[in-house]
């Protein structure tokens, strides 16, 4: 063992003659300790928060869409639709058609947007048709006799006060949704679409009755909220677009490759199209998560910052303390320069323990908590019911480097103090 790390590690373990000392030494170790567990565990529910919001995102849209520049729709699209799933990288295609609504059930009323999709292909791409929490969206598969699907289609005229259990089109709503206009799985609603019709008295908006078969929860309050599903046919005949689409839906088999993809669709797609990916629309979001992040191993690094004052205190203390055994080192030859490095060391080893036993309490406490999940919440408000922990390897490292180079900085007065002391000076009154 180096001579320096030998003298610092007895000084850290011998009785002092001031118990203050010890007791701030003490303090300053907890303190590097509780820094960075806290430090661990922020990191780690920040990581799951965006794996969790990340992967439900992902879940519940598509990787990239594609669109026409013109507000005019995609037309005959089954030719273009075939040739786009052989794109590289793209695993799954979907159509879709979306219309902006009004669901309503008596007096209750909410705005919905409605995409009509191809149950089968649509669940390739997305999972809210499988995040059912009531009824099925089975319904949806091809319908299988045209009366039953143009079951109360009518512009401008009364609606039969029909029984629910009448053959109206299916309809899947959101849950939030549901909730808003008092619908449940069987249940009847009117859908008012703006595209209306013109008539002798002008242009009137369209309506039609829908039967709900199924309400689904994503966890997203703009999903849940705002979200319904029909038939692609069933959409295109209350929009009054027969064989159009607003947008082809895709999953890539690397989603941090949707940019590439997304180019790689248009050429394919010719010109006037354009795309958009899960990067682009949820940039903001996933930014701010980001600065979450970076303004929270901020704020709780400032506990490392304190532990290091105290591991300042207690080797300018140690060193008041220790200057008569510093001036007999010297005046054995001991240089300036093997003094500094004795107190670096001490405070080396002082931010070491308290390190290696903050990572190891935060790391533990990261595994019980995404493993037991014993903390709960308001399912309602963050969309999730416990608080998820994704502890990283990575963060560790940059941790602990963090956590030993504020204390290294801590100790360079009271080491430097130690380095000019002056043997003379020291023991003239000994």
């Given at each position: 063992m180096r001579f320096?790390?030998?003298?610092?590690?007895?000084y850290l373990k011998a009785k002092r003659r001031q118990a203050v000392v010890g007791i701030v030494t003490t303090i300053s170790v907890a303190g590097v300790a509780a820094g960075v567990a806290a430090l661990i565990i922020a990191l780690a529910i920040t990581n799951g928060m965006r794996r969790d919001l990340q992967d439900r995102l992902l879940g519940s849209s598509a990787h990239v869409e594609l669109m026409r520049v013109a507000a005019d729709g995609i037309k005959d699209w089954p030719p273009l639709l075939e040739r786009l799933r052989h794109v590289p990288h793209v695993t799954a295609a979907a159509p879709g058609l979306y219309g902006q609504v009004l669901v309503s059930r008596g007096p209750r009323a909410g705005f919905a947007l409605i995409k009509g999709v191809v149950p089968a292909d649509e669940r390739t791409v997305s999972n809210l048709l499988d995040s059912m929490v009531s009824g099925s969206a089975?319904?949806?598969?091809?319908?299988?006799?045209?009366?039953?699907?143009?079951?109360?289609?009518?512009?401008?005229?009364?609606?039969?006060?029909?029984?629910?259990?009448?053959p109206y089109p299916p309809l899947v709503l959101g849950k939030d949704l549901a909730e808003q206009i008092g619908a449940q799985a069987g249940d009847s609603v009117l859908v008012t679409s703006p595209q209306g019709e013109l008539t002798p008295l002008g242009l009137a908006p369209k309506y039609q009755r829908f039967r709900v078969v199924g309400?689904?929860?994503?966890?997203?309050?703009?999903?849940?909220?705002?979200?319904?599903f029909m038939r692609l046919?069933?959409?295109?005949?209350?929009?009054?677009?027969?064989?159009?689409?607003?947008?082809?839906?895709?999953?890539?088999?690397d989603l941090y490759r949707a940019p590439e993809v997304g180019r790689?669709?248009?050429?394919?797609?010719?010109?006037?199209?354009?795309?958009?990916?899960?990067?682009?629309?949820?940039?903001?979001l996933f930014r701010a998560l980001r600065e979450e992040q970076i303004v929270t191993f901020i704020i709780i690094a400032l506990i490392v910052v304190v532990a290091a004052l105290n591991i300042l205190i207690a080797l300018t203390m140690m060193v008041m303390e220790k200057t008569r055994d510093i001036a007999v080192?010297?005046?054995?030859?001991?240089?300036?320069?093997?003094?500094?490095?004795?107190?670096?060391?001490?405070?080396?080893?002082?931010?070491?323990?308290?390190?290696?036993?903050g990572l190891v309490l935060g790391y533990l406490a990261a595994w019980a908590g995404g493993h037991y999940h014993f903390v709960h919440l308001s399912a309602e408000v963050y969309s999730i019911d416990t608080l998820p922990f994704a502890p990283r390897p990575l963060d560790g490292v940059i941790v602990a480097a963090v956590s030993i180079g504020i204390s290294l900085l801590a100790t360079l007065y009271p080491s430097s103090t130690a380095a000019r002391i002056l043997p003379a000076e020291a023991l003239r009154y000994e």
């Open positions: 320096e790390l030998f003298v610092a590690a007895r089975k319904d949806l598969e091809p319908e299988t006799s045209a009366p039953a699907a143009s079951a109360g289609l009518s512009a401008n005229k009364d609606l039969p006060a029909a029984p629910d259990d009448t309400i689904f929860h994503s966890g997203f309050y703009q999903y849940d909220a705002a979200y319904a046919a069933d959409a295109q005949r209350l929009f009054s677009e027969p064989d159009l689409l607003s947008v082809i839906s895709f999953k890539v088999d790689d669709l248009e050429q394919s797609a010719g010109k006037g199209f354009m795309t958009t990916n899960w990067m682009e629309v949820n940039r903001e080192l010297m005046s054995f030859g001991v240089e300036p320069r093997q003094v500094r490095r004795i107190f670096l060391m001490q405070g080396l080893l002082i931010s070491l323990i308290g390190t290696a036993l």
